[in-house]
């Protein structure tokens, strides 16, 4: 049998299986979503949102690219982002990094990845930001999983530096932001940062909308 089709008869065993625990489950999913939390996540094959978190279909809204980066002209995660923020109304945005992540590997290296090298220098620039701490752990594997856990804190940062964030949280109230990191090697999801609604940040990041009267326009 060719490798793919292991896959299209997982499809054909999942559906039986799902119809089983519940006879409508395609009829209830197949006409809206209602997602409460929006993953940006790494898109390596290990870290599957739904699976590490217990989540269902319809749970959470998702968008992984290489080291689940937030880049604020990146139109694919910003789409993503604006949708899941104004459309779907998410109350929680979660930046989801792990260990032994191959994106900020290969971002401490010095070999040329052609294409690649441009998504990687925003994780070298992280790397400089926090250079001091990093350059203080001798352990090559500790410093590793270091940095794993700054790129997550500067996605973090980065998702409320943008206008989207910012006027819902100024508007509603929402969404937290959250960063965690999944450990490859116990299975584990820990928070390692959070951002709620109006936290504080580099004031020149900061927006502003005028306060519309009532009974105005
Ligand atoms: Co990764």
Known sequence: MEAYKK??????AWVRERLAAQADFFQKNAYDQRPEFMWI?????????????????????VHRNIANLVIHTDFNMLSVLQYAIEVLKVKHVIV??????????????????????????HIKDVYRLHHRELETIDDAQKRFDRLVELNV???VQNLAETSIVQKAWQAENRPVIHGWVY???TGYVNEIASMRP????????????PVVEAGEG
């Open 96 to 121: 989801c990094g792990h260990y032994n992540c191959g994106g900020v590997s290969n971002a401490m290296r010095r070999q040329d990845l052609g294409l690649i090298n441009k998504w990687l220098r």
């Open 7 to 12: 896959l299209l008869l997982g499809n054909r």
């Open 41 to 61: 996540g790494c898109s390596d094959s290990r870290v599957p949102a739904e699976d590490v978190t217990g989540a269902e279909p319809g749970e959470l809204f």
């Open 183 to 185: 450990d490859l090697r």
């Open 198 to 209: 109006g936290a504080k940040m580099d004031d020149i990041y900061r927006f502003e909308w």
């Open 153 to 155: 804190v500067e996605q």
